[in-house]
Structure formats: structure tokens, C-alpha cells
């Protein structure tokens, strides 16, 4: 949890934050909102997103994906990717 400076991993919704599945998002996107990235079909959850948490440098253009290790989230990076929003 050293990127998000969290030590129990417990979203803002109150959910455990889950690699693969778990968003951060700005507050335009309401938790619970299903987001699909197609250039990520081929991760475990398929593409498949729910925002459950917020962060202060998150805007309504950008996401912030769960990553279970800092390392995992340095190789993944910052990446630019079509999103689809379902509410």
C-alpha cells in the first residue's frame, strides 16, 4: 500500500481494494460504477472495473487501477486507454 499511503487496503466504499478489479476515480463517477477497458480483456477480471475508491490527484479523465504491489504498479505505469462507463 505504499503508493496510496493505506495500510488496511479498505476503499473509500468500504470495500477491500481488489487487484484487477478495483478503481479509483474522481467523484463524477459514482462508486459503484462499472467501467470496461477493452486493451485489458486479457487481464483476469477481463476488462471488467468498479470504481470503490476516491483520490485526491484522481480527475473525471483519469482512473487509478488497484495494483496489489508498489513494483506491480511501477512495471504496469501510467498508460492512456479507451474506457466504456456503465452506471
Known amino acids: 500500500m505504499v503508493c496510496c499511503g493505506k495500510t488496511n487496503g479498505v476503499t473509500s466504499s468500504g470495500a477491500l481494494a ?7 476515480a474522481g ?3 459514482p462508486i ?16 471488467w472495473f ?9 480527475t473525471n479523465n483519469k482512473i487509478d487501477i ?5 513494483s506491480s504498479a511501477l512495471i504496469f505505469g501510467r498508460r492512456n486507454f479507451e474506457c466504456h462507463i456503465y452506471q
Not at 481488489?18 to 479509483?24: G, Q, R
Not at 462499472?34 to 477481463?46: F, Q, R, S
Not at 468498479?50 to 484522481?58: M, P
Open 66 to 70: 488497484y495494483m496489489d504491489s508498489h
Open 32 to 47: 459503484g460504477t462499472v467501467i470496461y477497458i477493452p486493451a485489458l480483456a486479457n487481464k483476469p477480471n477481463k476488462g
Open 50 to 58: 468498479i470504481v470503490e475508491d476516491r483520490g485526491g490527484a484522481i
Open 18 to 24: 481488489k487487484e484487477w478489479y478495483t478503481v479509483a
Open 27 to 29: 467523484k463524477g463517477y
